[in-house]
């Protein structure tokens, strides 16, 4: 099985909808992360986590929002979605520590149209 | 990310070596990690390097110079599940907790 999971794995939704994407982890990591990705600009950090109560905001986090319902899990929503949030969405996970290699759920292909 | 800079597509032939380099500039380096990431599938793990020096780890090597800002990711033995996008991942500390920046990629093909 494996360690991290996202749902769905791939969304068609029209502008101005409401959307959740789900993370969950079983490899006992305290931090979560939510990334885009584009192609040609490499991965962006949308929002983080470092356990239950802390949620902070990366680097494109307008029209997101995040929960962390527990620590194996994260939620990303777009509140009102539009075309250019079109994507590759990625969780991802980490173990806080000296090196903290962060492991990669499969993606959420989202289309906005 | 805009202070990484990788090649943007690299191609070899099947057994022959491959040389991917990353150059990066921050304030507040704390190591560097590769990824290998398939078309539409998780970047996965490589290496991770935060001591100037190779580290190898089986056909896959990864070299890193602090004082250059410059790391390469070898590939021996090109096999053709080899061809996938490879992304270079720095560890940003100047806004404190360490944060990953991500290279665009660079796109290895392998050829028969």
């Known amino acids: 099985d494996a360690d991290v999971t996202q749902t769905p794995r791939n969304r068609i939704t029209k502008t101005g909808k409401r959307i959740m994407l789900e993370c969950s982890q079983t490899k006992g990591h305290d931090r979560m992360y939510w990334y885009r990705q584009d192609p040609g600009l490499g991965l962006r950090l949308i929002y983080y986590?470092?356990?239950?109560?802390?949620?902070n905001k990366g680097e494109i986090s307008d029209g997101y929002s995040v929960s962390r319902q527990a620590q194996a899990k994260f939620s990303l929503s777009l509140e009102s979605a539009i075309p250019n949030q079109t994507a590759l969405y990625f969780c991802?996970?980490?173990?806080?520590?000296?090196?903290?290699?962060?492991?990669f759920g499969p993606g959420t292909r989202l289309l906005v149209l | 990310g805009q202070n990484i800079d990788q090649p943007t597509e690299m191609t070899a032939t099947e057994g022959a070596i491959v040389q991917i380099n990353c150059t990066y500039q921050t304030s507040g380096f704390n190591g560097l990690f590769w990824y290998q990431q398939h078309a539409g599938e998780a970047p996965t793990f490589l290496s991770y390097n935060v001591l100037d020096g190779l580290e190898e780890k089986g056909r896959f090597s990864s070299f890193l110079s602090r004082s250059k800002g410059y790391s390469y990711l070898l590939l021996k033995e090109l096999q053709m599940k080899d061809s996938a996008s490879y992304l270079c991942?720095?560890?940003?500390?100047?806004?404190?907790?360490?944060?990953?920046?991500f290279g665009a990629g660079t796109q290895v093909v392998v050829t028969p």
């Open positions: 991802a996970t980490s173990l806080s520590g000296v090196q903290e290699t962060q492991y």
């Open positions: 991942a720095v560890r940003d500390t100047t806004d404190s907790w360490g944060k990953l920046q």
């Open positions: 986590s470092f356990d239950v109560k802390d949620i």
